[in-house]
């Protein structure tokens, strides 16, 4: 939703929300080693000294993150809110998004003249 809240009614364009997308990955990603470190001494000083389970940790703390499960590109996954479109895609599935109807009014000079509209009804249920 604060993608949607940036780009529909802040007005951020698109390629600037998924600017922002991108740089809080990559944020994300650096802090890794550090996050290493600290489950690292976390487990050690309760007994814990296995670097694969350390290790199963670290991947499952870093990959679970809200932020990291709707947004990466990886060879094995692409997340629902990577790109503009599959944004668009989710919104209109997760919310009670209204598609707005065109109608034809006309031509003029052989160019169809249309009329979009957003029915009410729909918007108030």
């Given at each position: ?40 001494n ?69 160019k ?8 009410i ?5």
């Amino acid at each position: 939703m604060t993608f949607l809240n940036l780009h529909m009614y802040k007005n951020v364009p698109a390629t600037t929300v998924q600017s922002f997308i991108d740089g809080v990955n990559a944020v994300h990603l650096m802090s890794k080693p550090r996050l290493c470190e600290t489950i690292k001494n976390i487990l050690a000083t309760n007994g814990i000294t296995d670097e694969t389970v350390a290790q199963k940790v670290i991947d499952a703390t870093v990959k679970e993150h809200s932020f990291y499960l709707h947004t990466p590109r990886t060879e094995r996954s692409v997340g629902c809110l990577l790109s503009g479109k599959l944004r668009e895609a989710f919104f209109r599935k997760k919310t009670n998004f209204v598609e707005p109807h065109g109608i034809i009014l006309g031509r003029l000079n052989g160019k169809a003249r249309t009329f979009m509209y957003i029915p009410i009804l729909d918007v108030l249920q």
